[in-house]
């Protein structure tokens, strides 16, 4: 395609998920012109992430939208630590609890005028060193000079010659659900972290939160989903904590599960072939990230960050949109370290969930050792 061929936006984004929408924001701020590109007008109820952790709201706040986010967010200033029934230590962290289309939907709204929203689904990408070209089903099409994918894995990346090299497969299995206290009583807790004492039943551990009134739950497992423990778990989730974390009640006081389960599979993945001229991946488009290590948001609002205040707009400062111009994205030091973090964080996670040998064993004693004297 011609260099000179017209352009309808300098950028277009594929997915308005939070990684997608929040660099919409962020680079029509910057006077960049933005088409961004989704199926769904409004996001629809999904099973991701539910949490923001310390760093991710320091992220929020630089970007100023954690306002959009905070009104129907459950405040969490502490956090009970818990193994074989008792309270080991209560750590001061603030979080908020709440679900992804919440935090989505928030920021969708906080999109200018200037941003062209488009719903569709995209066909075909074409892509060069000047011009880019995307078209949607039913023949629409748009031009720009950076395509940015954003919207996980799907067929557009094989389209693009690209490959996903999977890393560990099944690599967990997250369960989420609501719970609430058979007396009728609140939780006297914000948040609660709850750890095996052992390996036998391959669990991570399971973290329960307020969002807005409610306290969520989040299970983080070591299962292959059609194997019968997942089964089990799906159909009888109060039944099956009481045998995986017998002594939970001591903790938390009885309980039921008061919503269906949602369950999400797992695996670790990179993709291959992604240093083309003017496409970049960003978060899950580009690195799967295990939810046991608390990075998924974090790599997403790096990924943001750097994107939009460090590469961008230098990029459009100059002709050309060469695979040489966009690899300073993926050898940005940040997104790298956030990365690799990630990946090392989630193999950690699962060798202490699984692994029986002695050197495990030991790390398992040491950290309930360590969070019982953390205060």
């Known amino acids: 395609m011609s260099a000179t061929a017209p352009i309808s936006s300098d950028v277009i984004i594929v997915g308005a998920g939070l990684a997608g929408t929040a660099t919409a924001i962020l680079l029509s701020r910057q006077g960049i012109r933005v088409t961004l590109i989704d199926r769904w007008a409004t996001y629809p109820a999904c099973f991701k992430a539910e949490k923001l952790e310390p760093d991710q709201i320091e992220l929020l706040r630089k ?14 200033r502490v956090i009970l630590i818990a193994e074989g029934g008792r309270i080991l230590h209560a750590q001061r962290r603030e979080q908020f609890g709440i679900l992804y289309q919440d935090m989505v939907n928030p920021l969708r709204a906080r999109l200018g005028r200037d941003v062209n929203f488009k719903i569709g689904r995209v066909q075909d990408i074409v892509t060069s060193a000047d011009v880019q070209r995307v078209t949607l089903v039913g023949g629409d099409e748009c031009t720009a000079r950076l395509v940015v994918l954003a919207c996980g894995v799907s067929t ?28 009728g009583q609140p939780f006297p807790f914000d948040a609660l972290t709850y750890y095996p004492t052992g390996c036998a039943e391959r669990v991570a551990f399971l973290t329960l939160f307020l969002v807005g009134t409610t306290m969520r739950a989040n299970l983080f497992v070591y299962w292959a989903p059609g194997e019968t423990h997942a089964t089990n778990f799906a159909r009888e989730p109060r039944r099956e904590l009481s045998r995986i974390l017998p002594k939970l009640t001591r903790a938390i006081g009885d309980f039921d599960v008061v919503t269906n389960v949602e369950s999400s599979r797992i ?56 695979a040489e111009k966009i690899g300073s994205f993926y050898d940005n030091v940040r997104k790298r370290e956030t990365d690799e973090h990630s990946l090392v964080g989630a193999w950690g996670n699962r060798q202490m969930a699984v692994n029986g040998g002695l050197p495990w064993m030991a790390r398992r004693l040491q950290r309930r050792w360590r969070k019982r004297f953390a205060g």
């Open 63 to 76: 970007f100023d939208l954690l306002s959009a986010l905070t009104p129907g967010a459950g405040h969490i």
């Open 156 to 183: 557009l990346q094989a389209r693009l010659g690209l490959a996903k090299h999977v890393i560990q497969k099944d690599q967990s299995l997250a369960f989420g659900f609501t719970i609430a206290r058979t007396d």
């Open 267 to 322: 695996d670790l993945y990179q993709m291959d072939g992604y240093r083309q001229p003017g496409l970049v991946l960003m978060a899950d488009a580009f690195q799967g990230v295990c939810p046991t290590t608390g990075t998924g948001i974090s790599r997403v609002l790096t990924d943001v960050d750097v994107l939009c205040h460090e590469c961008v707009p230098h990029w459009l400062s100059t002709p050309g949109m060469s």
